[in-house]
């Protein structure tokens, strides 16, 4: 039975938790009340799709 090998790189899940971490603060600090607070803590789950969505916007100019 073939051994299973995962290539991972610890570096990348550091930036991740940071950035998750840096989005919650923003996202939950600019909002206006609860609900606006727990949808700012999904938008920090998925902040790397805004991130990108940003990126191909500007460079499509």
Do not use: H, Q
């Amino acid at each position: 039975m073939k051994e299973k090998c995962f290539d991972t790189n610890p570096s990348s899940g550091a930036v991740y938790g940071l950035g998750l971490i840096g989005a919650a603060i923003y996202f939950i600090s600019t909002a206006t009340g609860f609900w606006m607070g727990v949808l700012g803590f999904l938008k920090a789950i998925v902040w790397p799709v805004f991130l990108v969505y940003e990126a191909f916007r500007n460079m499509a100019g």
